[in-house]
């Protein structure tokens, strides 16, 4: 017997004497994050309806494979992956989904909110795990959370182009500039959360000045430390907000690159 | 206006123990380490209970309340519904003396394992100054009473016994980082023998530590985070290790 009932500690056979409803938030968090796992698996491997000029789905842009649709590729990166490897067909999202998984999969929110709704290590505070053994981040696989950061810089590309996918969607089908749509929205909406999960997020918080001793040395970065603090109290809130602006982008488009809806446009 | 509060309290030792029904006067206003100083007063006389301040500041009347880790003298039975029967058990995360009391000198032995501040050579004690934003950080850290109810709630060693050994624990690690971060400490190992030897890998960051604070102090977010990208920057990325070695520094200006 390990734990609570280890032979030492106060005899109470309870695993938790806990009387609050400590279940819902880890029921929930799984609830919402199993359903966008299966849809974003789903989407990922559709390999359709993820574009409708000017509107990309933020699933699988940048497009990079030559199965593209045409006028979804940018130029800047060309599509230097094939449709096919080993004579089986890969969707392009399969390309580029593991820098956003990644970067979230590593996120410190998220590694909290799954560590407690997947693997239960703990379900909630002062409820006992399952768990016999726990080496928490120490050795493989978990040790591979300290690959964040490189999850993060390349997470700041990403918003780059999905800015870019946003000015973009200031553009009518024809490809002309000075329109907006309810697409735009969405995608405006959609960059602007992902830019606020990725600035909030403790690595940029290190990165711009965590790691001084000196702030008073260094006032610039202080200043940014500083903003960037304001806003990493706020990084749960972003990253579920980010997760679904990215999936309301991905839901529109395939409803107009479907046919189901017409992106209106206000002009 | 006194009413009638059903109090559940665990009693007894480290061979032996259960909980215990009793009926108790509460006044408005009370605190739970009111009600149980009535009834070791009034029912219990050799009911065993830690306490010292009753003002939140001492850190001695930590126990469970509902299951959950807080001190007595700051929970006030108010919060709890009129008809609820209250729960005090002795924290769960370390050996029981006697009913409420626990032994928690795991954690003293924790804190002789981290190194003290190490002064600069060149320094005289007297002639050390800082800037108010350097300290600021590290008053955050400062503001611990050492309830040590984030070492109780800690799943690592509350639900692993086997841990205590390798793991110091939320409270040793907001020392650690107050220490890495202070403008002064000239002791430049505390990153790697953080994850080393007090176990600063092994938190998988569920912010339990941070919910039980008392003293609101942002443990995960400000203390431990914080340390483990430190960590990260000479352990685990190659570029920040190869800039340090051209740049001549340790990574921390």
Wanted: hydrophobic content about 40%; aromatic content about 12%.
């Amino acid at each position: 017997m390990s734990g609570v009932f280890s032979p030492t500690r106060a005899k109470i056979k309870e695993r938790t004497l806990r009387t609050d409803k400590w279940w819902l938030q880890p029921a929930i968090t799984f609830g919402v994050l199993f359903s966008f796992v299966i849809y974003a698996t789903f989407r990922a491997f559709e390999n359709k309806y993820y574009f409708s000029e000017p509107l990309i789905s933020p699933f699988y842009s940048p497009c990079l494979s030559t199965s593209c649709e045409p006028g979804s590729a940018l130029s800047f990166f060309g599509q230097p992956f094939n449709n096919k490897y080993f004579g089986i067909g890969i969707s392009p999202a399969l390309f580029i989904l593991i820098f956003p998984l990644g970067f979230r999969m590593t996120c410190y929110y998220y590694r909290k909110a799954y560590y407690r709704a997947f693997w239960l290590s703990p379900p909630a505070c002062a409820v006992a795990e399952p768990h016999t053994k726990y080496t928490g981040e120490t050795r493989a696989p978990l040790i591979l959370q300290n690959s964040h950061r490189w999850f993060f810089y390349a997470g700041l590309i990403f918003n780059v182009i999905l800015t870019w996918d946003a000015i973009l969607a200031f553009r009518n089908p024809e490809k002309e500039w000075g329109h907006m749509s309810v697409g735009t929205l969405v995608f405006l909406f959609s960059t602007t959360m992902l830019w606020l999960y990725s600035l909030s997020c403790h690595t940029c918080r290190h990165t711009l000045g965590g790691r001084l001793k000196h702030f008073s040395k260094h006032p610039v970065r202080y200043k940014a430390w500083t903003i960037v603090s304001v806003l990493n109290h706020k990084h749960p809130t972003f990253a579920w907000i980010s997760l679904f602006g990215v999936a309301g982008a991905d839901i529109y488009v395939r409803a107009v690159a479907s046919g189901a809806i017409s992106n209106f446009y206000f002009f | 206006m006194a009413r009638k509060l059903n109090l559940r309290i665990w009693r007894g030792d480290s061979t032996n123990g259960a909980l215990q029904d009793v009926q108790v006067d509460v006044n408005e206003g009370e605190v739970v380490l009111d009600v149980i100083h009535r009834v070791q007063a009034t029912q219990m006389g050799d009911l065993a209970v830690r306490w010292n301040c009753k003002a939140g500041k001492c850190g001695s009347c930590s126990m469970e309340i509902n299951g959950k880790p807080r001190l007595a003298c700051m929970t006030q039975v108010a919060s709890y519904g009129e008809d609820e029967t209250i729960t005090v058990t002795p924290l769960r995360a370390f050996p029981v003396i006697k009913d409420l009391v626990t032994d928690v000198s795991f954690n003293y032995k924790k804190a002789m394992e981290i190194p003290a501040y190490a002064h600069p050579a060149d320094v005289a004690p007297g002639d050390a100054r800082m800037e108010q934003i350097d300290v600021e950080r590290s008053q955050e850290f400062r503001k611990c009473i050492e309830c040590f109810l984030c070492q109780d709630t800690c799943h690592v060693i509350r639900d692993h016994e086997e841990n205590k050994k390798s793991f110091a624990g939320p409270r040793f690690f907001i020392r650690i980082a107050e220490l890495d971060m202070h403008p002064l400490d000239t002791l430049k190992n505390r990153k790697r023998t953080a994850q080393e030897e007090h176990g600063l890998g092994m938190c998988n960051i569920t912010k339990c530590c941070t919910e039980v604070c008392p003293e609101h102090i942002r443990i995960t977010d400000n203390a431990i985070i914080p340390m483990k990208e430190r960590v990260v920057d000479i352990k685990y990325d190659p570029a920040r290790w190869l800039g340090s070695k051209i740049r001549k520094r340790d990574g921390i200006v």
